[in-house]
């Protein structure tokens, strides 16, 4: 665990934009440059890739799932409001006799 921790702390993380297409918002995206990656550690690359094509698999899974959570959230909170109008009066009963 210590030379991974070395190696990692010997990368030096960078700021970039992507293009256009593929990030419309322009917003900065951080990472590692693979060249100097790969002479700190090269094991550390092929782990990294690994990672990272397993995150943006969850990505596109999240994004696919997204519509249908909300949908199924607003199926649930019309179902509780009806639950909620049908629901009958509570009954008050006089148990001094």
Same mark, same amino acid.
């Given at each position: 665990?210590?030379?991974?921790?070395?190696?990692?702390?010997?990368?030096?993380?960078?700021? #970039?934009?992507?293009?256009?297409?593929?990030?419309?918002?322009?917003?900065?995206? #951080?990472?590692?440059?693979?060249?100097? /990656?790969?002479? /700190?550690?090269?094991?550390?690359?092929?782990? #990294?890739?690994?990672e990272?094509?397993?995150?943006?698999?969850?990505?596109?899974e999240?994004?696919?799932?997204?519509?249908?959570?909300?949908?199924?959230?607003?199926?649930?909170?019309?179902?509780?409001?009806?639950?909620? /109008?049908?629901?009958?009066?509570?009954? /008050?009963?006089?148990?001094?006799?």
């Amino acid at each position: 665990m210590d030379k991974a921790s070395e190696a990692i702390l010997a990368l030096k993380p960078v700021t #970039f934009h992507n293009k256009q297409e593929l990030n419309p918002k322009g917003i900065p995206q #951080f990472g590692l440059v693979a060249e100097e /990656v790969a002479k /700190v550690n090269p094991e550390l690359l092929n782990e #990294f890739l690994k990672e990272h094509g397993t995150v943006q698999e969850l990505k596109k899974e999240i994004a696919a799932l997204t519509p249908t959570v909300k949908d199924q959230a607003a199926q649930i909170q019309k179902v509780s409001a009806q639950i909620e /109008v049908t629901k009958p009066a509570p009954q /008050v009963v006089n148990n001094n006799q």
